[in-house]
């Protein structure tokens, strides 16, 4: 019987387990699956509108559309507000660019390109961060588009808003929340079936409904407020008796705008690898990701300014705005319509930009985790049902200093980012060894056991500093000392400078072998012809009539020389 069982549990486990087309290089083993190779040419499928519409989710939203209340609500005028966010985005266009080269160039995403600077095996350690960080955001995400959800259905049935309240009293949720929070969640479950390569379309259909969206309801508030209203004229008024000067505000506003989506420039690659080439990158993310998001702001300050002449009140949050719009549901028909649609339009864009941004990442990460049985799709399925897991009403709804935390992980991953880049860029001066990163046995990459300690060192370097500041920031330590804030509204700079410049001298003092080394043949069928004769590599072309001929390739040589 024992026997059976053990053959049973055989069966299923090969016929969960992965399997690549091995002529297109697609091995499965334990460092390699069809999602974690190099990108052929075949999967490139990415435009400078696929970009345009991957930063469009990331500014079409309502983070982005409350962005400028922080600024205001600690004092600081309008133009200064303004000014945080047109300096922010454009350091944030600047690093991601920084970190998606080495997906342009090798195709790589940020699972393996973590291998090349930790080892393989300490390359978890950024991955194991970032999975955790994506379970946590996925679940927020879909906990807030389910108060998306509960608008539109209380347009539909005005009472919803009205409805008792079923759950149990120790549960901190209502409801209405729960329920908006199960049809976000089972409405954007059908998206986990699209692959990557075929985001066009969906892109298309956000971008052009979400932008309508916006542009409709600012139009609105203006026509009803007759002008924009009096938020626009704010100006600096710090609260009495604050310890921060303007310049100080400034600079903890720019550190909070790109720590913000930190998470989002640390997986810069796993999207890039995409690009048909990089023009397409970089046209879409600077119109989009700087240009758009600076606009989407602009739009939220005047609509919310407009609404506040009409009510009287100040609605930062999307949400509360519309429902305030139809009264709750009992408004009239064509006030429930347009606040229908326009939470739609909002909901929309949250949905796919959770999908992509959270979901279909951490699928990317969960596939550097177990090649064997997990590619993109099965990690974002994995990544969607640990919603349930994390439960993220606790969180949201309960813990408020909990959220704080995650919005300021940035102060371990900005280090993680300087590693990132000065590895790249000066130490091995953009040169990777690809078949390298795919197998322990005699790889440049393996370190001791799979671990880089220059890196972890500098990691740590990179974080000390600056995590004081945020322990008395979330514990809201007034009396702390002054230079503990200081260093925090910093954090960003500093971790990733210091961790950069403490990784570039351990690794001039204790150099490895390897460095600016790459691959003379291309064994995974990776480049174009074009791309192959810039990088001075043979292309698959030349491998192929080799093999043709019954000649040994340079490629045959070169894996029977690593093996």
Not at 151 to 175: D, H, K, Q, Y
Not at 363 to 372: C, M, R, V
Not at 443 to 467: D, E, F, L, Q
Request: proline content about 4%; some cysteine; glycine content about 10%.
């Amino acid at each position: 019987m024992a026997v059976g069982l053990r053959s049973r549990f055989e069966r299923v486990k090969e016929k969960v387990r992965l399997h690549g087309d091995e002529a297109q290089h697609e091995q499965t083993d334990q460092w390699s699956n069809r999602d974690l190779i190099p990108l052929p040419p075949s999967r490139r499928t990415w435009g400078w509108f696929h970009y345009y519409g991957f930063w469009t989710l990331s500014s079409l939203n309502i983070t982005n559309w409350q962005t400028p209340s922080s600024f205001l609500t600690q004092g600081l005028s309008v133009p200064q507000s303004l000014a945080i966010i047109i300096i922010g985005r454009a350091l944030i266009v600047a690093f991601s660019t920084l970190i998606a080269w080495c997906g342009l160039k090798w195709h790589i995403g940020f699972t393996i390109q973590n291998r090349y600077t930790w080892g393989l095996r300490a390359s978890y350690i950024p991955l194991l961060q970032r999975i955790l960080l994506n379970f946590i955001w996925n679940a927020i995400q879909c906990w807030n588009g389910g108060r998306l959800a509960a608008v539109c259905l209380t347009a539909i049935w005005p009472s919803f808003a009205r409805m008792g309240n079923f759950l149990p009293e120790s549960l901190p949720a209502t409801g209405d929340q729960f329920i908006g929070f199960v049809v976000f969640w089972f409405l954007s479950t059908p998206l986990l079936w699209i692959r990557p390569e075929k985001f066009k379309t969906p892109f298309l259909f956000t971008t052009i409904y979400s932008a309508l969206g916006m542009i409709a309801i600012m139009i609105w508030a203006l026509s009803t407020a007759h002008g924009a209203g009096p938020l626009l004229s704010t100006g600096v008024a710090l609260p009495e008796g604050s310890k921060w000067n303007v310049s100080w505000l400034l600079m903890a506003g720019i550190n909070q705008t790109i720590g913000g989506i930190t998470a989002g420039i640390t997986n810069g690659s796993d999207f890039s690898r995409y690009a048909r080439n990089w023009r397409a990158y970089l046209i879409g993310t600077i119109t989009s990701g700087w240009i758009t998001g600076i606009l989407v702001c602009l739009v939220g300050l005047v609509t919310t300014s407009a609404a506040q002449k009409i009510y009287g009140e100040v609605f930062w949050n999307p949400p509360d705005l519309l429902m305030r719009m139809m009264e709750n549901g009992e408004g009239s028909s064509a006030a429930r319509a347009g606040v229908f649609f326009l939470a739609f339009g909002f909901g929309l864009t949250s949905m796919f930009e959770n999908i992509c941004g959270n979901a279909v990442a951490g699928g990317i990460d969960l596939a550097g985790l177990w090649p064997h049985y997990i590619n993109i799709r099965r990690g974002a399925i994995i990544t969607f049902i640990a919603a349930w897991v994390v439960q993220p009403w606790q969180l949201v709804n309960r813990a408020v200093t909990f959220i704080q935390v995650l919005s300021s992980f940035s102060v371990f991953l900005s280090p993680m980012i300087g590693l990132m880049a000065v590895d790249f860029y000066l130490l091995r001066g953009r040169k990777i060894r690809l078949s390298h990163l795919y197998s322990s046995k005699n790889s440049s990459y393996w370190y001791w056991n799979g671990v880089n300690w220059r890196a972890i060192v500098a990691w740590i370097c990179g974080w000390v500093p600056t995590i004081g500041g945020l322990v008395v920031t979330i514990n809201q330590d007034t009396n702390a000392p002054r230079a503990l804030f200081e260093l925090y509204f910093m954090a960003f700079f500093i971790g990733f400078f210091t961790s950069a410049a403490i990784f570039f001298g351990l690794n001039k003092l204790f150099p490895v072998a390897g460095m600016g080394e790459y691959d003379e043949v291309d064994i995974y069928g990776t480049f174009t012809a074009k791309e192959a004769e810039k990088l001075g590599i043979i292309p698959v072309e030349f491998q192929t009539d080799a093999y043709d001929s019954g000649e040994p390739s340079l490629a045959q040589e070169t894996v029977e020389r690593k093996e």
